[in-house]
């Protein structure tokens, strides 16, 4: 154990000690409490930064199940710092931001709500730290739970229940397909350590496996990230709070497909494959998610499809850098791995500017009491601080110099167009598919930037909308967008300040061996490019999506805008209606209630399990081989025998019935005196007796509701199910005496004959073999009658009145 | 009103002694003739049963006061203890010991373990029987 262990256990520690300081300690805000441990938290993993820009990893052994391969290490390196800053920095704010969020401590359940919350936060640093598969999925499908309790927060709301439900089926469907990748990994590499498997990625890429695993590990990355079409979880997600919107449906959780990602891209950077789901599934996602967010008209659900949108950019620009591996940075310099350079950089600046934007979402909906922007308008004058904060914000979001958005855009466009120079994966045909998906998304973006910003704080102020007197918010509520707001400043005026620290050590873990040892990854961003094709298409963005904002009024009558919900989500919620109808419709189907349908069911089985094995294995054999002379007179009990057995169906009178079983019982006990067996014989006679008089007894007993006399109905299912059965048996026993003669088996008949009466001193081998060979049977067997005998009685002298139960 | 049932009453009563005679028989010459404990038992069980069907029920009660529930109970117990007797000797569960012994008046005699096993047996298969066809006889719901 390490104090990197306890970074990622604190939080579940203190998670256990959060409803003790809510029932004990009224009189202070719990998140108070709460908000030191993550802001612990990033001071300690600050530290860290020296060591890990200098190239170095930091690695923990913890055993946990040594003998699956199943240990709890710690790996750091510049991507998981990277995400541990995120977490726990953003984690502070949210913290803080939450606290003024949920101001009443008596209304709201704050001792669930830190727990839920610090639960996700040491789930989210276990995955991001982890360097063990399984210990990794453990932790990701924790913050799948805690996003779920999350998101139904307020439990009493329907629309809240039905996004934890969405959230969680969608993001465990993924996480148990990502535990079948992870498998096959193990299978292919006999090891769950990440950096083993980085190590033999070069066998593990001719293995015939390697496509199934990567298939599942991204349908794992692909769920949680909200990727097309498994998207359709975020926006319905948008019912939590917002605390825990901007938490983890911007900055940490939604991320933890990209750090999936990122992470196994040495592994399986070098197929085309990878290359052209990830980047492909990431073009689209972004050019849906920007189309679908215009038309949106609450403010989270903008946000929701922003995010979406945003992370389909991270997610191409990711797919996009593994062509760095066929290239030889020597040769070609940056242009192959700038994509990956983007990525990195872009995922810093949208948990920055998007954590803004969500907490800014959260005070106008705290402050007028609604999102939706058909209601809002005129609060720039109203709430200055929050109008400057969502400003940067939006111009960032937009990709507007000076703020980081426009770098790390300007770079995404660089990627996208270096995609078409590529030579290798049919890049020459299809790769302008690239430019043009990121030009067209950019506008729509910038659409929607525009739509959010220009509809919430300029136009006319409508109080008559509103329910409440708009004020600006309270400084506690206002501190975290501010830190963020700054920070997209900051990293937009000096990009730089990061690009040794963090961005550089991170690009070293996604793209391994790429570079010789010794060599650095050259990062350099900076604001002007001269006049280069990128900067022409921000032009055309900012003037297309302008005019797409303006034309908004027109077009906004259209069906497309009309429909604000994803289509997707008809696919969604008919599969889930049709899945429990289906299965409703399956059940009743076999479960029908009735005994013979059970009986025919299994009858069925047998006889077809017997007959395919006989006609599989050939075991099916007649031999007359060894076969004893028949007595003429066995023919004649054979024959009553056969006649009773066939009249007994057509027999219509109970009472009739019983009597010809009871004919058949003695027809039995006779062929074991003709066999030989006169214990059998005389057990038989007596067993049968008393069976018919209890018939007989249960009979008088029987209601009068039918007639005694019926006709027995004839199925004919029941006759082929019949014949069947009993040709089945019988081939089985012709096969089994054929077989016996075949493969002789020495049978144990002649040790009881020989050593009856030596041992047991008695000559009645029978008897000497249920009371001393094999006595436990027949102590067994006695306890077997006693239990009918006494289950006889409970049952008809403890009779229960309706009203009782067991 | 019952019929009188003189002719019946007289035989029963004569037969019931045959048939009890010939089940105790059974049950001793199990070992090394035909029969046994479960014969026995379902021999002796069917002589009550006349007894109960020429009589009634509540006569036979007063005259032959067995609990059948307790003898079940007796008869599980005198097998599971011949085992248990055999493992307080060293040996296995239910090993059976058998012995000459001669005996004053009866002459020689062969005594087995097995016999007290039988006799779980048969007092088991008795109180089965009769359990649970007076049960159903007695039931009047």
Redesign the interface.
């Given at each position: 154990m390490s104090l990197l262990h306890l970074v990622v256990l604190a939080p579940f520690i203190l998670a256990l000690l959060v409803p003790f300081l809510y029932k004990y300690i009224r009189q202070v805000h719990t998140g108070w409490f709460v908000m030191i441990l993550p802001l612990t938290l990033f001071i300690y993993l600050i530290q860290f930064l020296p060591n890990i820009s200098r190239g170095e990893t930091i690695f923990y052994q913890q055993p946990w199940v040594p003998s699956l391969g199943i240990n709890f290490d710690i790996y750091l390196d510049g991507l998981s710092l990277l995400f541990g800053l995120l977490i726990t920095g953003i984690g502070t704010l949210v913290v803080l931001y939450s606290i003024y969020y949920l101001y009443n401590k008596q209304k709201e359940a704050l001792n669930n709500f830190y727990v839920y919350l610090l639960m996700f936060m040491g789930a989210m640093l276990g995955v991001v730290l982890s360097d063990n598969l399984m210990t990794l999925y453990i932790f990701w499908e924790l913050t799948s739970l805690a996003s779920s309790l999350l998101i139904a927060y307020w439990f009493h709301k329907e629309r809240s229940r039905y996004g934890a439900q969405k959230s969680m089926l969608i993001t465990v469907a993924g996480g148990l397909t990502m535990l079948a990748g992870f498998s096959l990994l193990f299978v292919m590499t006999n090891t769950f350590s990440i950096r083993e498997i980085i190590a033999q990625a070069d066998v593990i890429i001719t293995n015939p496996l390697f496509i199934p695993a990567m298939l599942c590990v991204l349908a794992g990355a692909f769920t949680k990230s909200a990727q097309f079409p498994f998207h359709i979880w975020l926006p319905d997600a948008m019912e939590a709070p917002t605390p825990v919107s901007a938490y983890l449906h911007s900055a940490t959780m939604v991320k933890a497909g990209i750090y999936l990602v990122a992470r196994l891209t040495p592994v399986f950077g070098a197929a085309p494959q990878w290359f052209w789901i990830v980047s492909g599934f990431g073009i689209f996602t972004l050019l849906w998610g920007s189309v679908s967010a215009i038309r949106q008209k609450d403010l989270k659900a903008i946000l929701a499809f922003s995010t979406i949108s945003q992370l389909g950019l991270i997610m191409a620009l990711l797919g996009l850098g593994s062509a760095a591996f066929h290239y030889d940075v020597a040769v070609v310099g940056t242009l192959y791995y700038t994509a990956t350079l983007a990525a990195v950089f872009h995922l810093i600046n949208h948990a920055t500017f998007k954590g803004s934007l969500f907490m800014i979402v959260g005070i106008v909906d705290h402050e007028t009491g609604t999102r939706d922007i058909r209601k809002l308008g005129g609060l720039m004058t109203i709430m200055p601080i929050t109008f400057t904060v969502a400003l940067i914000g939006t111009l960032s979001m937009a990709g507007v110099p000076p703020f980081n958005g426009f770098l790390s855009k300007e770079m995404f466009f660089t990627a996208a167009v270096n995609a078409t120079t590529l030579d290798i994966f049919n890049m020459q045909t299809f790769g302008l598919i690239f430019p043009i998906f990121a030009w067209i998304a950019s506008i729509f973006t910038f659409g929607y930037c525009m739509l959010m910003f220009v509809r919430t704080f300029l136009g006319n102020f409508k109080p008559e909308k509103l329910e409440k007197e708009v004020h600006e918010a309270p400084i506690g509520l206002l501190i975290p967008p501010i830190v963020l707001a700054s920070l997209v400043v900051i990293f937009g005026l000096f990009p730089n300040l990061l690009a040794y620290s963090i961005i550089e050590p991170t690009m070293a873990s996604i793209l391994p061996g790429v570079l010789a040892e010794g060599e650095r990854f050259y990062v350099n961003i900076y604001h002007w490019h001269g006049f280069n094709i990128e900067l022409f298409m921000t032009m055309g963005v900012v003037v297309f999506g302008a005019l797409i904002f303006l034309n908004l009024k027109k077009w906004s009558e259209t069906a497309f805008f009309l429909k604000e919900r994803d289509p997707l989500n008809w696919v969604y919620d008919n599969s889930l209606v049709w899945l429990v109808s289906g299965s409703l419709k399956v059940t009743n189907m076999q479960m029908t209630g009735l005994l013979r349908d059970y009986f025919v069911f299994m009858s069925v089985f047998i006889v077809g399990l017997m007959g395919y094995t006989m006609v599989k294995y050939n075991t099916f054999a007649i031999d007359l081989i060894n076969v004893a002379d028949i007595p003429p007179y066995i023919f004649i009990i054979i024959f009553v025998l056969i006649a009773t057995t066939v009249a007994l169906p057509f027999i219509s009178h109970r009472v009739t019935a019983i009597v010809a079983t009871g004919i058949l019982g003695f027809i039995v006990a006779l062929l074991f005196v003709v066999f030989r067996a006169?214990?059998l014989a005389?057990?038989q006679l007596?067993?049968e007796?008393?069976m018919v008089?209890?018939f007989l007894?249960?009979f008088y007993?029987l209601p009068e509701l039918r007639k005694e006399k019926f006709t027995p109905r004839f199925r004919f299912t029941n006759l082929v199910v019949s014949i069947g059965v009993g040709l089945v048996v019988t081939l089985t026993a012709l096969s089994v005496h054929a077989m016996s003669y075949s493969h002789p088996i020495q049978s144990i008949s002649d040790y009881y004959v020989q050593n009856a009466y030596e041992l047991?001193?008695?000559?009645?081998i029978?008897?000497?073999i249920?009371?001393?060979f094999r006595?436990?049977d027949?102590?067994l067997e006695?306890?077997v009658?006693?239990i009918?005998?006494?289950a006889?009685?409970v049952l008809?002298?403890l009779?229960m009145t309706g009203s009782e139960d067991v | 009103m019952r019929k009188n049932l003189l002719m019946l009453h007289t035989v029963t009563r004569i037969v019931v002694f045959i048939i009890l005679a010939f089940s105790v028989f059974l049950f001793f010459a199990g070992h090394n003739n035909p029969g046994g404990g479960f014969i026995g038992g379902l021999m002796t069980a069917a002589a009550l049963l006349l007894l109960y069907v020429a009589f009634d029920v509540k006569t036979i009660k007063q005259v032959i006061p067995f609990n059948y529930t307790t003898m079940i109970a007796v008869g599980l117990l005198i097998a599971i203890g011949t085992g248990v007797a055999s493992m307080l000797n060293g040996d296995p569960f239910l090993t059976q010991y058998d012995r000459y012994v001669t005996v004053p008046v009866l002459g020689e005699l062969h005594l087995t373990t097995a016999l007290p096993f039988d006799l779980g047996v048969y007092l088991v298969v008795v109180g089965v029987a009769l359990l649970s066809i007076l049960s159903i006889a007695e039931d009047d719901a």
């Open positions: 006169p214990d005389l057990t007596l067993v007796t008393v008089v209890l007894l249960a007993h047991a001193a008695g000559k009645n029978v008897n000497v249920l009371v001393d006595g436990v027949t102590m006695i306890v009658l006693g009918a005998a006494l006889i009685v008809i002298r009779r | -």
